[in-house]
């Protein structure tokens, strides 16, 4: 096992700057997630820790020692593909043993450790199977034997689910989640799902156009994103955002959007001001229209058996509430909707960064 620091790495690719002198230190054992939207460098940031690409600045330090320059066979880390990038002409068993086979390791190491990774992964009965006679999920956990045979400092994950169906992609999430409680190494998992990232992760790092925008626990980024980008990227369904003018009322601070407007409580933000207004799906309660603060007009809705998902129109925006499941809905159907004003978030207009708002 081993830190991982990251210290203002930089990648060119020409006179493109892809990677923008990003900071990071992985703990010994810490199990971290590089999420963001495609092209925001968290594959580049992978591909550099593993020596698949060349550092442009800055520095990279694994277990202490600089490995800018060492080849990815001297960095002491296993890589798992999107692809799994398995031999096709080779049983399971031969695959999962052949890195420790090139490094000249015996016959009988050899054996003991693939059937140890074997049992850890639960393919003890496919060892003699080739590839081809395996499903997705299988394939995937034969290259995950692959790298747990090794028994390197780190494990880095490349978008390894992707290419599963759904029912897979949360078995195998289940399984890298057991994997890292079991081995406790050092692991560093690349997505584009957040879901992935929230579910498997200690710690969520969130890149945009080549920087950290935000990094921490799950439940932090969750509860309190720091800008609308990571408010809106974090959660299932994602955070409804409604854009507005602040406007005070009779005692009351409201978000004035064209002939609608909300009561969102106070907020450091003058009369006049372009402001966005955050709020969960989970945070509206369904109510009378008669007494409720907001109204809006249902458009689709997604019975899911433990709730509803309520798709709307208000104010010319979509709101998206989740509701128990109880509650019969209609479309076209206008009904009540309240909400904790504490459960708010505000995020500036024009810059997108967080004002505040409490979201505990």
């Known amino acids: 096992m ?6 203002n790495i930089v990648k060119d690719y020409g006179s493109v700057r892809a990677i ?17 939207p495609s092209g925001c460098g968290k594959s580049t940031m992978l591909r550099m820790i593993a020596g698949l690409e060349e550092i442009s600045g800055g520095t990279l330090k694994i277990g202490g020692t600089v490995m800018n320059d060492v080849e990815p066979r001297g960095r002491d880390i296993a890589m798992v593909f999107q692809d799994y990038a398995l031999y096709p002409h080779m ?5 999962i043993g052949f890195g420790l086979k090139m490094r000249g390791e015996s016959a009988r190491e050899i054996a003991n450790r693939v059937q140890g990774a074997a049992k850890i992964l639960q ?21 995950m034997g692959r790298a747990i045979v090794r028994e390197p400092a780190a494990f880095l994950f490349d978008e390894p689910l992707s290419n599963l ?24 998992y690349v997505t584009h799902d957040q879901t992935e990232a929230m579910t ?42 409604f854009s507005g003018v602040v406007k005070r009322v009779e005692g009351k601070t409201m978000l004035q959007m064209g002939g609608d407007a909300m009561e969102i409580g106070e907020v450091s933000a003058a009369d006049g001001a372009l402001l966005d207004i955050g709020i969960r799906p989970e945070h509206f309660n369904f109510m ?17 058996g433990s709730d509803t998902m309520a798709i709307c129109r208000f104010a010319g925006q979509e709101l998206t509430a989740r509701l128990a499941p109880e509650i019969e809905l209609q ?20 810059s997108g960064q967080r004002l505040g708002g409490a979201a505990p």
Do not use: W
């Open 165 to 188: 169906d759904a029912k897979l992609r949360v078995e195998m999430r289940t399984q890298i989640k057991r994997l890292h409680a079991m081995l406790g190494t050092t692991m560093i």
């Open 288 to 304: 009378q229209p008669d007494n409720a603060r907001i109204t809006p007009t249902i458009e689709v809705f997604e019975p899911l």
């Open 2 to 7: 081993a830190e991982i620091q990251i210290e």
């Open 123 to 143: 393919i003890q009965d496919y060892l003699d199977r080739k590839p081809g006679q395996l499903s997705g999920g299988q394939r995937q956990r034969v290259a």
């Open 331 to 350: 479309r076209d159907q206008k009904i009540g909707l309240d909400y904790d004003l504490s459960r708010l978030c505000f995020f500036d207009g024009e």
């Open 91 to 95: 049983t399971v068993a031969d695959n």
């Open 200 to 241: 498997l992760a200690d710690r969520v790092v969130v890149l945009r156009d080549g920087n950290i925008v935000q990094a921490g626990p799950p439940i932090e980024l969750y509860n309190n994103p720091n800008c609308r980008f990571v408010a809106e990227f974090i959660g299932s369904p994602q955070m409804n955002i």
């Open 20 to 36: 923008h002198g990003v900071d990071l230190s992985v703990a010994d054992g810490e199990f971290v997630a590089f999420v963001g």
